[in-house]
């Protein structure tokens, strides 16, 4: 899932929520920060390091990463590796040299990937994250560890200011009165880009090459990332910005908040519902360390961080969520659905399609 990296966590801290502290203090990690090639070197007083390959948004507090290095004994090297597609791409394409001990930003619309190439062992946590995460193939091997919807999000004073009424719906996105508004993340290159497009096959079926062609030529813009979209072309979220629609997450607005209310919406009849997984690649070497790391990844504490640190609700019962998520961050009740099968079935294919027809 996609979220805010520490430029991002600059820009929320004028908005007030997000800052460069988590939920129990601390300065965040610095997910740029990488090391050189190759498997875990020997460091701290018993296991030595452990590597995590994740996407570039991963953020999480340091002091809770001192507490787990202490803790444990194991040192943890953080290797950003793009967007959670452009992961998934190098877990899949070195499963059989790991680049990494473990692999944390794996969603439900890209696991069937690198698990079918074998790219996750097997693996057992201390405690388990509620059944209705879990993939119904890969559990073994991939543990979720937050969640969070998708969904199309609005820069409400920019629509205010202009006088026009905001689209609600999937259908209103290709209404002239939209025309040249609109940035979404690719499907190929972004977990959010691919989750929006599976919203739309959710719900035009075999006709979403026929809704594709008609958001395009309404003048939407289709960018790499979604720190692209959003920190680039959206208004809310750029002073640059020119575009006040934006796919998102239905917990975006949490942090576009001034004077107590928010200045965006998450459109909830738009709303993909994403989980992101953790799991140890197979041939780590480190496994032990990785394994210790989904355990913590999944300890009230780190889960209580994760909505400031990377704007996603937790999986776990004990943890904790800001106040104001109840407020600002309302959850879709009934997101769009696409089974993992049917992803995994028809990915390749959907996605030559779609490239196909943004590219005309």
Known sequence: ??????????????????????????????????????????????????VLATHESFNLPKKLVRAFEDETGYTLEVRAAGDAGTLATKLSLTADNPIADAAFGIDNTFASRPLGEGAFAEVATST????????????DRLVAVDSASVCVNVDTAWFDAEGITPPQTLDDLTDPAYADLMVTPGASTSSPGMAFFLATVAEYGDDWQDYWTDLLANGAKVVDGWEDAYYGDFTAGSKTGTRPIVVSYDSSPAFTVADGETTTAALLDTCFRQVEYAGVLAGADNPEGAAALIDWMLTDEVQSA????????????????????????????????????????????????WTDVISR
Request: aromatic residues 6%; charged residues 20%; hydrophobic residues 35%.
């Open 1 to 50: 899932m996609h979220r805010p990296t520490v430029r991002a966590l600059t820009t929320g801290l004028a908005a007030v929520l997000l800052t460069s502290c988590s939920l129990t203090g601390g300065e965040a990690t610095d997910p740029s920060t990488s090391a050189p090639d190759g498997g875990s070197s020997p460091a701290g007083e018993a296991g030595g390091t452990v």
């Open 128 to 139: 388990t994250p509620p059944e209705e995460y879990a993939l119904p193939e890969g559990s």
């Open 306 to 353: 994760l909505p400031e640190a990377m704007y996603v609700f937790p999986v776990m019962p004990g943890a904790t969520v800001p106040d104001d998520w109840a407020r600002f961050a309302p959850q879709p009740t009934d997101p769009y659905e696409v089974s993992p099968e049917e992803i995994a079935a028809n990915r390749e294919q959907w996605l030559t399609e």
